[in-house]
Nanobody, 124 residues
């Protein structure tokens, strides 16, 4: 079955960096767009960034543009989220998700598979 497993979360001070990873299995990875979303308790899941199947197109939420960068390695079935200049408001549970249409979208409804999430906490 399809599995998406996030890792790399943790506690970091404001201004610091973290690199999240998402390992995918059970799917033809290079057919899928991948996205990162985040959620804070009591709030709706929020789009962060997406990348199309080939890695040639990316989409960023305005709140993370210039600070976060998504990349993928189709040979390893991995997607990464490099997060720099972290702010306390970036604190959330971060999820990766896979979209079979391959294009990439900020709409969480189009994603077919989701990981369990990795917690990112940014202290001030």
């Amino acid at each position: 079955q399809v599995q998406l497993v996030e890792s790399g979360g943790g506690l970091v001070q404001a201004g610091g960096s973290l690199r999240l990873s998402c390992a995918a299995s059970g799917l033809t990875f290079n057919n899928y767009a991948m996205g990162w979303f985040r959620q804070v308790p009591g709030k709706e899941r929020e789009f962060v960034v997406a990348i199309n199947w080939g890695g040639g197109r990316t989409y960023y939420a305005d709140s993370v543009k210039g600070r976060f960068a998504i990349s993928r390695d189709n040979a390893k079935n991995m997607v990464y989220l490099q997060m720099n200049s972290l702010k306390p408001e970036d604190t959330a549970l971060y999820y990766c998700a896979a979209d079979r249409w391959g294009v990439g979208s900020p709409n969480s409804d189009v994603y077919d598979y989701w990981g369990q999430g990795t917690q990112v906490t940014v202290s001030s």
